[in-house]
């Protein structure tokens, strides 16, 4: 099975920048998609960024030109960099792995890591 732990959440303030880590372990051969997706109160579960295994990569329209998604294989880490930030980008940042496309669901993801956006 993978593990997926979430790191650098924290509190910002409006148009600065953060960047999440998510360090992956276990059978990580498994996983075709890797992203981010969001939860915050009052509001839907959120895809925020994905990157497929074949190099495809997707954003939410909400996010798109500001947060960028990166990993290093090497190191079994993905990355999003959050820049520009807004307050309603508050919410628990949860980090997600699939076998498949997104559309078949969410085989494993994180604990997830506040991001606060606030003056």
């Known amino acids: 099975q993978v593990q997926l732990v979430e790191s650098g959440g924290g509190l910002v303030q409006p148009g600065g920048s953060l960047r999440l880590s998510c360090a992956a372990s276990?059978?990580?051969?498994?996983?075709?998609?890797m992203g981010w997706y969001r939860q915050a109160p009052g509001k839907e579960r959120e895809l925020v960024a994905a990157?497929?295994?074949?190099?495809?990569?997707t954003y939410a329209a909400s996010v798109k030109g500001r947060f960028t998604i990166s990993s290093d294989p090497d190191k079994n880490t993905v990355y999003l960099q959050m820049s520009s930030l807004k307050p309603e980008d508050t919410a628990v940042y949860h980090c997600f792995g699939a076998i498949a496309t997104i559309k078949k669901g969410y085989d494993y993801w994180g604990q997830g890591t506040q991001v606060t956006v606030s003056s």
């Open positions: 990157h497929t295994s074949v190099g495809d990569t």
């Open positions: 276990g059978s990580i051969f498994s996983i075709y998609t």
